[in-house]
């Protein structure tokens, strides 16, 4: 069974460039949710995929925006980059939108300088 | 406003030690799972609570989720180095949104 695996590990951007982050779901499962983990925080809810739409939103600029493809695996773009979108960038998957198991991978730090 | 409010923020205490760290929330929860982090990694899913009153036990850690389903604890007993991490509680509320409480960054002595 494959884990959730997210790329790029870590990520270097300047103010006002686009960043694209990726994450392969884990086998079997078809919901990914996204969530942003600032330093000494708890991960905040970006948004959710389920079957390639979009299942929910958190309190995110539309500058967040995403995909889900057909296998399942999805991709989190973010635009017009802001100093205080330096954070861990953390993607969960789970089954049939059940949230109450999510699995995680082991994120993307997104440094914008 | 859903909150979640986790305390304490920190804490650092002897092998061998017992501790509890709590979850509070005014909302009601249709079910809270608590999760521990290490750093550079994503938060892995330890335990998740439906019921009222529920009590689960995962080794030396027991979960207990309250009477209203407003509030959670987790207890260790005889704390390990191993134990150390980012402990998250998270709860499902009913329109299904997953809400993270801040954490309790945990250290144990050796």
């Known amino acids: 069974e494959t884990g959730v695996t997210q790329s790029p590990t870590h990520l270097i951007k300047t103010r006002g460039q686009q960043v694209t982050l990726r994450c392969s779901s884990q086998?079997?499962?078809?919901?990914v949710s996204w969530y942003q983990q600032a330093l000494g925080q708890g991960p905040q809810f970006i948004f959710q995929?389920?079957?390639?739409?979009?299942?929910g939103r958190g309190n995110f600029p539309p500058r967040f925006s995403g995909l889900q493809f057909p296998n399942y695996s999805s991709e989190l773009n973010v635009n017009a980059l802001e100093l205080d979108d330096s954070a861990l960038y953390l993607c969960?998957?789970?089954?049939?939108?059940?949230?109450?198991?999510?699995?995680f991978g082991s994120g993307t730090q997104l440094s914008v300088l | 406003t859903q909150l979640l409010e986790q305390s304490p923020q920190f804490l650092s205490i002897q092998e061998g030690e017992n501790l509890t760290v709590y979850c509070n929330s005014s909302?009601?929860?249709?079910?809270l799972q608590w999760y521990r982090q290490e750093p550079g990694e994503g938060p892995v899913l330890l335990v998740t609570?439906?019921?009222?009153?529920e009590v689960k036990k995962l080794k030396r850690l027991t979960f207990q989720f309250g009477d209203a389903r407003k509030d959670s604890s987790l207890h260790i007993t005889a704390a390990q180095p191993g134990d150390t991490g980012l402990y998250l509680c998270?709860?499902?509320?009913?329109?299904?949104?997953?809400?993270f409480g801040k954490g309790t960054r945990l250290h144990i002595l050796p």
């Open positions: 969960a998957s789970s089954t049939d939108s059940f949230n109450e198991k999510l699995f």
């Open positions: 086998s079997g499962h078809n919901t």
């Open positions: 995929y389920y079957r390639e739409e979009e299942n």
């Open positions: 909302s009601v929860f249709s079910s």
């Open positions: 609570v439906v019921t009222g009153g």
């Open positions: 998270a709860g499902a509320f009913e329109d299904d949104k997953i809400i």
